[in-house]
């Protein structure tokens, strides 16, 4: 990905707001939706993930312009919302598994890392972070530069056996 950073910034950049979204869609019918409905890991690697996710975050630096007041408290609420959501599906399901085991062993269903629910949240908290002003900054484009590699080092398959 990292090879493929300029590349795959310029497609999204030249992308119609229309195609952006179509693709946008599709990437998470594929790797969020599919994953929460079925539990089934189809890629083995969270690169796919991390695509979805920095594609969602180009398409809200390039088409997010709204209504900065109603946006606060939209976004505030979608938050909270998934959030209770989230936190009363994992309550749900320990009552339930204590009858049903099957439920036992999907405890954490709705908070996956690649459920529709947390790219949800995730999505909701950057945009509700990032229509204050003042988000912009420095020191945390840089920290968040050298984030990357670190998620790369993460993600290689011997690193996760020694990590």
Same mark, same amino acid.
């Not at 690169?47 to 997010?64: E, V």
């Not at 959030?83 to 399901?93: D, N």
């Not at 947390?118 to 003042?134: E, W």
């Given at each position: 990905?990292?090879?493929?950073?300029?590349?795959?910034?310029?497609?999204?950049?030249?992308?119609?707001?229309?195609?952006?979204?179509?693709?946008?869609?599709?990437?998470?019918?594929?790797?969020?939706?599919?994953?929460?409905?079925?539990?089934?890991?189809?890629?083995?690697?969270?690169?796919?993930?991390?695509?979805?996710?920095?594609?969602?975050?180009?398409?809200?630096?390039?088409?997010?312009?709204?209504?900065?007041?109603?946006?606060?408290?939209?976004?505030?609420?979608?938050?909270?919302? +998934?959030? %209770?959501?989230?936190? /009363?599906?994992?309550? &749900?399901?320990? @009552?339930? *598994?204590?009858?049903?085991?099957?439920?036992?062993?999907?405890?954490?269903f709705?908070?996956?890392?690649?459920?529709?629910?947390? +790219?949800? %949240?995730?999505?909701? /908290?950057?945009?509700? &972070?990032?229509? @204050?002003k *003042?988000?912009?900054?420095?020191?945390?484009?840089?920290?968040?530069?050298?984030?990357f590699?670190?998620?790369?080092?993460?993600?290689?398959?011997?690193?996760?056996?020694?990590?």
């Amino acid at each position: 990905m990292y090879l493929l950073s300029p590349y795959w910034n310029r497609l999204l950049i030249n992308l119609s707001r229309n195609e952006f979204l179509s693709m946008l869609i599709i990437m998470i019918i594929l790797w969020s939706v599919i994953r929460t409905l079925t539990t089934f890991d189809m890629y083995g690697s969270q690169i796919p993930l991390f695509m979805m996710c920095y594609s969602l975050g180009a398409y809200w630096r390039l088409h997010g312009k709204t209504n900065i007041r109603r946006a606060r408290f939209v976004y505030g609420i979608c938050c909270l919302l +998934i959030w %209770l959501v989230m936190k /009363s599906s994992y309550v &749900v399901f320990w @009552f339930l *598994g204590h009858k049903y085991t099957i439920f036992a062993q999907h405890l954490s269903f709705l908070g996956d890392r690649n459920s529709i629910f947390t +790219i949800s %949240l995730a999505f909701f /908290s950057l945009t509700f &972070v990032s229509i @204050f002003k *003042g988000f912009i900054s420095i020191y945390i484009n840089e920290l968040s530069a050298c984030m990357f590699g670190v998620f790369l080092i993460h993600e290689h398959h011997c690193m996760k056996r020694i990590l």
